[in-house]
T-cell receptor, first 114, second 111 residues
Framework: KQEVTQIPAALSVPEGENLVLNCSFTDSAIYNLQWFRQDPGKGLTSLLLIQSSQREQTSGRLNASLDKSSGRSTLYIAASQPGDSATYLCAVRFPGAGSYQLTFGKGTKLSVIP | NAGVTQTPKFRVLKTGQSMTLLCAQDMNHEYMYWYRQDPGMGLRLIHYSVGEGTTAKGEVPDGYNVSRLKKQNFLLGLESAAPSQTSVYFC??????????FGPGTRLLVL
């Protein structure tokens, strides 16, 4: 079964620290991988989309990398701020019968302490 | 642009009642999706559509029906609600293979 795992489930860091969120997935043959942010009681906001042919994507203080051979992606957040506190979700689009859907990890809840 | 909107935002149903959740998108996306989000289970795909007039089953389709009569709208129906369908429902849309954009969600409580 194709699965996406995010460890740790929760992370607390002091403001200003650089941090890395991890995502691992079964099956290295993916179409793409997407990172989302979810604030409490809200919908999902897309942060970065990495296509299978790409190694990384950057947006402002965020950088996402993709290593298909090891089945891993990381989301790097530079100079964290209290406003970055949210749950971060990794989602993978796998090929095959379910190729239209995204398979989500359960997320990492990030708290940035002022 | 409003993006993806969902109606209603919150609803309480009694077991056996029916209801329809409405999703609308103004980005002219071909694909639309319905997910449910449950604690400890993450987001799971219920049904999806790859174009007007088409629908297909996702990971957890039982107890739900969908329709996409217009490109911009995707309806999710519960014919006979059960407590197990208590959840937060999210609609999303995308172009093929591209970023999925999510709506704000509908919180459903089935008593």
């Amino acid at each position: 079964k194709q699965e996406v795992t995010q460890i740790p489930a929760a992370l607390s860091v002091p403001e200003g620290e650089n941090l890395v969120l991890n995502c691992s997935f079964t099956d290295s043959a993916i179409y793409n991988l997407q990172w989302f942010r979810q604030d409490p009681g809200k919908g999902l906001t897309s942060l970065l989309l990495i296509q299978s042919s790409q190694r990384e994507q950057t947006s402002g203080r965020l950088n996402a990398s993709l290593d298909k051979s090891s089945g891993r992606s990381t989301l790097y957040i530079a100079a964290s701020q209290p406003g970055d506190s949210a749950t971060y979700l990794c989602a993978v689009r796998f090929p095959g019968a379910g190729s239209y859907q995204l398979t989500f990890g359960k997320g990492t809840k990030l708290s940035v302490i002022p | 642009n409003a993006g993806v909107t969902q109606t209603p935002k919150f609803r309480v149903l009694k077991t056996g009642q029916s209801m329809t959740l409405l999703c609308a998108q103004d980005m002219n996306h071909e694909y639309m999706y319905w997910y449910r989000q449950d604690p400890g289970m993450g987001l799971r795909l219920i049904h999806y559509s790859v174009g007007e007039g088409t629908t297909a089953k996702g990971e957890v389709p039982d107890g739900y029906n969908v329709s996409r009569l217009k490109k911009q709208n995707f309806l999710l129906g519960l014919e006979s609600a059960a407590p197990s369908q208590t959840s937060v429902y999210f609609c999303a849309s995308s172009d093929p293979g591209e970023t999925q954009y999510f709506g704000p969600g509908t919180r459903l409580l089935v008593l």
